[in-house]
């Protein structure tokens, strides 16, 4: 849909969510709902993440994570695209290879956690394995549904004007999937970010991930929240930069109704 200017005041609303946000946690803490060793305070939060930030092993962790989201999720993106384009132009072997790429994209990245570190030991390579593994099927799926759907009228003006090989794939394909697996693309970069958590916390030495199960096992429940809030800003600015991709002129038609 094409998009309208917001009131002014709309673009409060996220800042005033945040202030009854903060407002219902402090009221929760001051109620003592919950014990104040495992419900930390919001000042408690805030202390904390001064105290990670003064010690740089906030930054440290953060690299580490966003090192090896990056490094899956380009991974899982150059060598699955590829795979989808040729599969989506290719009727045999789609018929013949879906089956076993929906086998896979419906295990749990989890799942793969025991061999990523006998395979790899501890580290970034098993973190980088299980993002692989969690984004390259989505992607190849999300890439042969979008080739699948392109009209077919498209291939015959592009007949039309004697296109071929490599003008067809960069002047017809990729401009007309280029916003459905835009969108997949962001769906499919939570789901790295979800990901490393959970092979930091099992099979890191470092990251956020890693920073979560140490203060769980310290009982520092502060720096918990601390990590689950890092988490959570940075997996919103994955998918705002991966939004910006949506204004580019030869993609933005896909958005516009």
Not at 133 to 161: E, G, K, L, N, Q
Not at 194 to 216: N, S, T, Y
Request: proline residues 6%; charged residues 15%.
């Amino acid at each position: 849909m094409t998009e309208k200017p917001l009131p002014s005041g709309t673009r409060l609303l996220p800042l005033l969510l945040l202030c009854a946000a903060l407002a219902v946690w402090s009221v929760l803490w001051l109620l003592k709902v919950f014990p104040p060793s495992v419900f930390p305070s919001p000042l408690a939060v805030a202390r904390g993440l001064g105290e990670e930030v003064r010690s740089g092993r906030l930054f440290g962790d953060l690299v580490a994570s966003l090192f090896r989201v990056t490094t899956g999720f380009m991974l899982s993106v150059v060598l699955g695209v590829p795979v989808g384009l040729w599969l989506g132009h290719h009727v045999r072997s789609r018929f013949a290879l879906l089956p076993a790429i929906n086998f896979f994209r419906s295990l749990s990245p989890l799942a793969w956690i025991p061999f990523a570190i006998l395979w790899f030991g501890i580290g970034d390579l098993p973190a980088i394995f299980l993002i692989f593994m969690a984004c390259f099927f989505p992607v190849v799926i999300a890439t042969v549904a979008a080739v699948a759907s392109i009209p077919s009228v498209y291939f015959r003006v592009a007949r039309d004007y004697r296109f071929s090989g490599l003008e067809l794939l960069t002047q017809v394909t990729l401009p007309a999937i280029a916003p459905q697996v835009i969108t997949s693309l962001r769906v499919t970069a939570g789901l790295a970010w979800l990901v490393v958590v959970a092979a930091e916390m099992i099979a890191g030495r470092d990251g956020l991930g890693f920073a979560i199960w140490d203060a769980h096992n310290g009982l520092r429940m502060d720096l918990l929240v601390v990590g689950m809030i890092v988490i959570g800003v940075i997996g919103m600015v994955i998918d705002r930069v991966l939004m910006r991709l949506t204004k580019i002129r030869s993609i933005r038609w896909g958005y516009e109704r």
